[in-house]
């Protein structure tokens, strides 16, 4: 596997390359990364993932500063799962001068829920996964990059952007990875203390307990929504959580449903200082 820290490089190292499959990621890996390596391996001839903590999608008061940053390691374990490239390119490799041109999504779909609460962020995710893909994809016919499905929105704002922008790039999603317990897969939940990591799996509990109510309610859901949601909190706050949302949406679009529309349950909510988000397609 070649480690690589500059688009130069990277550009080079693909020239030969027709259609390069691509895993983007922040590193601290888990199991939820290396199944995307693995589920990537066959999408492409040669298969990319990059490392980078991207600042622009990190509010001031979050954990851009403590985020893992755990290369070596890492890097074996994209060797182990039969990566060929890494990408893994410093601040200054990626963004040598202010990065003050920007992609902005749109806000239908990128402020609310996520968006609401994490203000900018789904332009900062926008603009470094642009940034990445204009050095894995420039050139090529055609590419395949891979997301997890535990980060839903942004999955779906990808997909958008990709569209809009005609790229011509797959987006393949890769399921949740769960722990045995149910927790999904992330890497802040090595932030978790052992009290905390045996009450995370909550979040997940609520949004099966949300996505049972919605289905029994499936008839009535748009009148009876905002009280099964405020069930949902109401159980997570009194464990000593501070839920963001936990709601019930259209797949299509992340909008309040309709009866009659494919769901999907999704939550963000803090346990101490850790921040966790969870989702179900129901
Ligand atoms: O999901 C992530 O790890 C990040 O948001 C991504 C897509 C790598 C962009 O920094």
Redesign the pocket.
């Known amino acids: 596997m070649q480690i690589i820290h500059t688009i130069p490089e990277l550009r080079a190292a693909l020239a030969q390359s027709r259609n390069p499959a691509f895993v ?3 590193g601290n890996l888990h199991d939820g990364h290396l199944a995307l390596v693995r589920q990537a391996r066959p999408l492409g001839d040669t298969l990319v993932a ?1 490392i ?3 600042r622009l ?1 990190f509010l001031p008061h979050e954990d851009f500063d403590s985020y893992p940053r755990t290369l070596q390691v890492d890097a074996d374990k994209l060797r182990a799962a039969g990566c060929d490239v890494l990408f893994a390119p410093s601040e200054q490799d990626l963004y040598p001068e202010p990065q003050t041109f920007k992609v902005q999504p749109d806000p239908q779909l990128a402020d609310i829920l996520e968006g609401q609460f994490r203000p900018g962020f789904f332009t ?2 926008c603009t ?2 642009m940034k ?1 893909f204009s050095a894995v994809f420039a050139g090529k016919a055609q590419g395949t990059a891979l ?2 499905q535990k ?1 839903y929105q ?1 999955l779906m704002v ?1 997909r958008r952007m990709v569209q809009q922008f005609a790229l011509p790039l797959d987006i393949v999603a890769g399921t949740t990875q769960r722990a045995d317990d149910g927790l999904a897969l992330s ?1 802040r939940n090595g932030y978790l203390s052992e009290a905390e990591r045996q009450e995370a799996v909550q979040l997940s509990l609520a949004l099966r307990a949300l996505a049972r109510d919605a289905v029994a309610a499936a008839h009535t859901l748009p009148a009876q929504r905002e009280a099964l949601e405020a069930r949902a909190l109401q159980a997570l706050t009194g464990r000593g959580w501070q839920p963001d949302y936990l709601t019930v949406r259209r797949r299509s679009d992340l909008q309040p449903p309709q009866a009659g529309d494919a769901l999907v349950v999704l939550g963000a909510a803090r346990l101490g200082r850790t921040r966790l988000i969870d989702n179900l397609e129901v």
């Open positions: 983007p990621t922040m990059s980078f903590v991207n999608q900062g995710v470094v996964v990445l997301f997890g980060d942004q990808l890497s």
